[in-house]
């Protein structure tokens, strides 16, 4: 039996560009190129008539551009998008995370004409078949126009069997799918937790420089990346990313940074981060792992629950995929497995109580 062709819209304003993606696809007989678009208007009419499986979107177009064509996709007609971008100023970073919060899967460089013979070619067709399969949901966000608005806070949730801990941080790892999900936890939770957020994310270089950044300006919260040998305790209240290229661990109530060996070809990794957490801060650890491709963190969430620490993973309902919270679950590693809209307030239900006690 003949195996049905991955079809594929190319959104790009440069013609070099798309010769060159029409070209590579055409040399892999598992792809069909069902059409070319030059602006984002056409790639919203492209995608409506050919009902592609996945789409290469630029960020910079003409007439309406890549994040707009985005997020109305995602709204109206959604298909996995991966981004194919060479925007590494601030502000078109930004709009690629943007992208990437209102749901497109992935993002990866546009070729710069110095790579291996082959090597860029070949990564472009490994990401797109993965992105092709990834089972992407509506985003009312682009239809009600509020992306970047706050979103209404959920009530508070229960969690019941749990009893009151003092927990000392909060670490969390997500890769693909993870702007969005991570957005919209924050935007459930107070930004007065006495708690520091540790958080690990995957994104590729260079797209990875200023995500904290646009983190910073979506919610309440304070966002930052980590500095070596920084103090944990004087981050309450704030978000800590690892930077690109570093692993972060806790040692010894600091920060440190290291340039260690890739974990599940990931730096950073979430396992690095959770496992240091767990040997850390035992039951004052909370860990929370969400979505995302591969089995990093699986591993580390688990060594967090055996020294006593709280642990959740996402479902697999809301996650974009449902690898690394899936990982976690088959190893008995979450102590909850919750909804996306359920892990911001089971977050604040954990440790509303030391908000109390701190305000008392």
């Not at 440069?14 to 598992?30: D, I, M, Y």
């Not at 499986?53 to 996995?80: F, K, N, Q, R, W």
């Not at 620490?309 to 679950?329: C, H, K, L, N």
């Amino acid at each position: 039996m003949t195996m049905a062709k991955i079809r594929v819209l190319v959104v790009e304003d440069s013609t070099t560009a798309r010769k060159r993606f029409g070209e590579v696809l055409a040399g892999h007989p598992e792809f069909e190129m069902v059409g070319e678009a030059e602006d984002g208007k056409r790639a919203i009419e492209l995608c409506r008539e050919s009902r592609p499986d996945v789409i290469t979107m630029d960020m910079m177009l003409p007439v309406m551009s890549g994040l707009a064509a985005t997020e109305y996709i995602m709204a109206h007609c959604p298909t996995p998008i991966l981004i194919v971008s060479s925007s590494t100023n601030r502000g078109e970073l930004f709009k690629t995370y943007d992208a990437l919060a209102a749901g497109a899967v992935d993002v990866l460089e546009k070729p710069q004409g110095d790579e291996l013979d082959g090597a860029w070619e070949q990564k472009f067709v490994s990401i797109l078949k993965l992105v092709s399969r990834i089972r992407v949901i509506t985003h009312l966000r682009g239809r009600l126009g509020t992306l970047g608005q706050p979103l209404a806070r959920l009530q508070q949730a229960a969690l019941p069997g749990v009893s009151q801990r003092q927990y000392k941080v909060i670490a969390v790892g997500a890769s693909t799918g993870g702007p969005n999900a991570i957005v919209e936890i924050l935007r459930a939770m107070p930004a007065d937790l006495p708690l520091p957020m540790l958080l690990v994310l995957h994104i590729s270089e260079p797209f990875g420089a200023a995500f904290a950044d646009w983190l910073d300006g979506q919610t309440g919260w304070r966002v930052k990346y980590a500095r070596h040998g920084e103090p944990v305790g004087s981050a309450g209240g704030r978000v800590i990313m690892a930077p690109p290229e570093r692993h972060l661990i806790v040692r010894d109530g600091r920060l440190h940074l290291t340039l260690d060996p890739e974990r599940h070809s990931c730096r950073p990794s979430v396992d690095v981060l959770f496992q240091s957490v767990a040997r850390e801060y035992g039951s004052g650890a909370v860990a929370c792992l969400l979505t995302g491709m591969g089995r990093d963190g699986a591993s580390g969430l688990l060594e967090v629950r055996r020294a006593g620490g709280f642990t959740i993973a996402q479902d697999e309902a809301t996650s974009v995929v449902y690898g690394m919270p899936r990982e976690a679950v088959l190893l008995g590693a979450a102590e909850r497995v919750l909804p996306l809209g359920g892990i911001g307030p089971g977050l604040e239900a954990l440790t509303a109580w030391q908000t109390e006690s701190k305000q008392t």
